[in-house]
């Protein structure tokens, strides 16, 4: 499975946007990306996903460069509830859900 | 729904007993993953099932570990004998692969501390 290169940390202001990158240069075309995070002391949760073209949904946009090999989770105004790390993970359409974590990007959000 | 249910939410256990974790996926969910997270390795899939048959182990670290889903709403984790190396948060997930290629996002369960000493 292609890998994936994140930050290890990132800090933001509450109320303010954050970006947070993802490089995956090794994706092939029939891989999905995926957005979890995992807030202290719980399960991963579903953040967002998607393929080809940018998508928006209630928690978060997910900006996918055109060559594919690079992409942006965007939290629009951070809380301090979004403080988590958040993992950025390829999987091929046909194990959708089979993921191979890795370290993820550890965001501080600061009231 | 409750979400995906694990139980217990802690276990300590002594080195060389058997460990048995256990997983209820959502109600209809056919796709079920049981995952590792420690400190130094971070989180590792273990094994993956699809409609109750397993489609692929190779993440399950030796022969002491083995996994079951006798049904699809139950699947059980045991480790025997257990090592102090097997401490670790112990989480189970659960989706749904439709037909055509369709699935459902991954709902993970609250995990199982498991500590052995």
């Known amino acids: 499975d292609a890998k994936t290169t994140q930050p290890n940390s990132m800090e933001s202001n509450e109320e303010e946007p954050v970006h947070l990158p993802c490089n995956h240069s090794t994706i092939s075309g029939t891989d999905y990306i995926h957005w979890y995070r995992q807030l202290p002391s719980q399960g991963p949760e579903y953040v967002i996903h998607?393929?080809?073209s940018n998508v928006n949904n209630r928690m978060a946009s997910l900006a996918i460069a055109e060559d594919r090999k690079s992409s942006t989770l965007i939290l629009h105004r951070a809380t301090l509830r979004d403080a988590a790390v958040y993992y950025c993970i390829l999987s091929a359409v046909y194990n959708f859900n089979k993921f191979y974590f890795g370290s993820g990007t550890k965001l501080n959000v600061k009231p | 729904d409750a979400g995906v249910i694990q139980s217990p939410r802690h276990e300590v256990t002594e080195m060389g007993q058997e460990v048995t974790l256990r997983c209820k996926p959502i109600s209809g969910h056919n796709s079920l993953f049981w995952y590792r997270q420690t400190m130094m390795r971070g989180l590792e899939l273990l094994i993956y099932f699809n409609n109750n048959v397993p489609i692929d182990d190779s993440g399950m670290p030796e022969d002491r570990f083995s996994a079951k889903m006798p049904n699809a709403s139950f699947s059980t984790l045991k480790i025997q004998p257990s090592e102090p190396r097997d401490s670790a948060v112990y989480f189970c997930?659960?989706?749904?692969?439709?037909?055509?290629?369709?699935?459902?996002?991954?709902?993970f369960g609250q995990g199982t501390r498991l500590t052995v000493v």
């Open positions: 997930a659960s989706s749904t692969r439709y037909r055509g290629g369709r699935n459902t996002e991954a709902f």
């Open positions: 998607g393929l080809t």
